[in-house]
């Protein structure tokens, strides 16, 4: 079973809505912010799974193929690339492992998906 079929059988269907672009504007907003939160304060009570994602949030099922995301556009699927998996990785390790290393590994995964959700807001301009 492909990756991102795996994770709906255990997500669930989400459901999803057409979103106007303004409002995809500030899903792409708030999901930097969340991640910013997470990269100076990994213990914030947040982490990077879908039900903290406003943009997850917003298109419905996160590992949908058929999802209009302009992050799964783009990029692919959340659960599928480097990028997000890297991020989901180094977060996990630095809620048990503080050491300096450990941190600067969490804060390059995080500026990297960072940056990749605010290269979504620059293709709008």
């Known amino acids: ?11 669930g269907k989400w459901g999803s809505r057409m979103s106007t ?6 899903a792409i907003k708030k999901s930097v912010a969340h991640w910013r939160r997470m990269r100076y304060d990994p213990m914030c009570g947040e982490d990077p799974l879908a039900g903290n994602c406003a943009l997850c949030r917003m298109y419905g099922d996160p590992c949908s193929y058929r999802s209009e995301c302009p992050f799964r556009v783009r990029y692919g699927q959340c659960s599928c690339i480097d990028l997000w998996n890297d991020a989901s990785a180094r977060w996990d390790d630095v809620r048990v492992d503080t050491s300096p290393e450990c941190v600067a590994r969490w804060h ?8 990749a959700l605010e290269s979504l807001l620059q293709e709008e301009n």
């Open 21 to 26: 672009p303004h409002e995809t504007r500030i």
């Open 108 to 115: 390059s995964a995080a500026d990297a998906m960072i940056k």
């Open 1 to 11: 079973m492909p990756c991102g079929e795996r994770l709906c059988a255990i997500w």
